[in-house]
């Protein structure tokens, strides 16, 4: 059986973190789909397609990695394009928490035996959040353990605007 990925997110913007999941899963799986969350609540520093294209531009050396739309109830999307796996990234105690609701919460969503895998973040990474990679570029400090270097060129235009 052929394994397909999900690793979605709201990736505003891709860190390096996030680029570490991706790498790792796509030595795991057969194919592996980056689900960029459209409607988010919260005011994102990127629009959209932003996010998608920093995405596309960081993992255009991964053969086995697309980039998606990902719109609405999460699981409905995982159901309709029948997702074996999906992804998630676990930094430590702060993500379990959330991370164990969501996945149990989703074995009543999922449908076709679908599994949540989990992988744990790299000690290099596991500090890294979008959030925190902001507010620290935003701030003038060194942002190239944080993110690739084409969002850190995209954040720096952004900020010298
Ligand atoms: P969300 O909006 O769902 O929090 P994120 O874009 O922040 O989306 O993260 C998507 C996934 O990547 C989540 O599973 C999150 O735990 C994981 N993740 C975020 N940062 C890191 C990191 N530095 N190392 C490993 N996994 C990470």
């Known amino acids: 059986m052929k394994t397909k990925a999900l690793y979605a997110g709201s990736f505003d913007p891709l860190t390096l973190g ?11 799986f057969d194919q592996v789909v980056i689900g960029v969350v459209v409607n988010l609540e919260k005011k994102t520093m990127f629009t959209f397609e932003e996010r998608m294209e920093m995405i596309k531009e960081a993992t255009a050396h991964l053969e086995n990695v697309t980039v998606d739309m990902c719109d ?9 394009n029948k997702f074996n796996v999906v992804v998630r990234g676990l930094r430590g105690m702060s993500d379990f928490d959330s991370e164990q609701q969501m996945a149990q919460l989703h074995r009543y969503l999922y449908e076709n035996n679908t599994e949540t895998v989990f992988l744990m973040a ?9 959030t925190m990679a902001k507010q620290v570029i935003s701030l003038g400090g060194r942002g190239e353990n944080l993110v690739p270097p084409c969002v850190l060129e995209k954040m720096k235009g952004r900020l010298n605007k």
């Open 18 to 28: 996030h680029l570490d999941i991706i790498e790792r899963a796509a030595n795991l």
């Open 72 to 80: 609405g109830l999460l699981a409905d999307f995982v159901n309709k």
């Open 122 to 130: 790299d000690s290099k990474y596991a500090f890294i959040s979008s």
